[in-house]
């Protein structure tokens, strides 16, 4: 992800300075669109909820406390607005499957703790290993960035996002499998 933005352009942006707030898009879009890039097969669908993103934002820019980095605060936003668009056309997102992404998702909090889908996964996710493990665990439980894991593997950036597209591929379809083979 980028860097935190320059303090005048924040400050400016919650005066209302459009040239600011675009300043804001600028250094952020990037890694906005690409993290719901890899969420969500619809990649038109995804700089749609991008741009959303980046309204909400600036409709709501004078809510943000600086609490958190501003990229959290984004993060947020576009959480929300890709589980809209998951709710909405489930069908379309990576996995097929809300449960799926939404536990392996570390920053939700929405999701029950049992269900046969969740229990799937827990099998499906027992089967994985080694550096997939590490993978997995690195951006679904401590939140890291596909940028700082490629950084810290020494790998590609492209070649890992697409290496966590097919393990949520695959994790998908052994939880649809295991449903089935349950009658569910």
């Known amino acids: 992800m980028s860097q935190e933005p320059h303090p ?12 600011a707030f675009g300043e804001l898009v600028r250094q952020h879009e990037g890694w906005v669109r690409g993290y719901l890039r890899t969420r969500i097969r619809d ?7 991008a741009q959303d993103v980046f309204v909400t934002a600036f409709r709501r820019i004078r809510d943000y406390r600086g609490e958190a980095p501003f990229e959290a605060w984004l993060r947020g936003i ?3 607005h890709m589980r809209n668009f998951i709710r ?3 069908e379309d997102c ?3 499957s809300e449960e799926l992404q939404a536990l392996m998702d570390a920053d939700s909090h929405a999701v029950e703790s049992s269900g046969p889908a969740l229990d799937a996964l827990r099998e499906c996710l027992h089967r994985i290993d080694g550096p997939a493990r590490e993978l997995l665990d690195g951006r679904y439980v401590q939140g890291k960035s596909v940028r700082e894991l490629a ?3 020494g790998r590609g950036y492209s070649a890992l996002t697409m290496q966590l597209h097919r393990m949520r591929e695959a994790l998908a379809d052994c939880v649809k499998k295991k449903l089935e083979l349950s009658g569910i």
Do not use: H, P, Q, V
């Not at 990649?43 to 909820?49: E, I, P, V």
């Open 43 to 49: 990649w038109a669908a995804a700089d749609d909820l």
């Open 151 to 153: 950084d810290e593997a």
């Open 88 to 90: 909405k056309r489930r």
């Open 8 to 19: 005048t352009a924040l400050d400016r942006s919650r005066e209302g300075d459009l040239d």
């Open 78 to 80: 576009a959480m929300n």
């Open 94 to 96: 990576i996995g097929g």
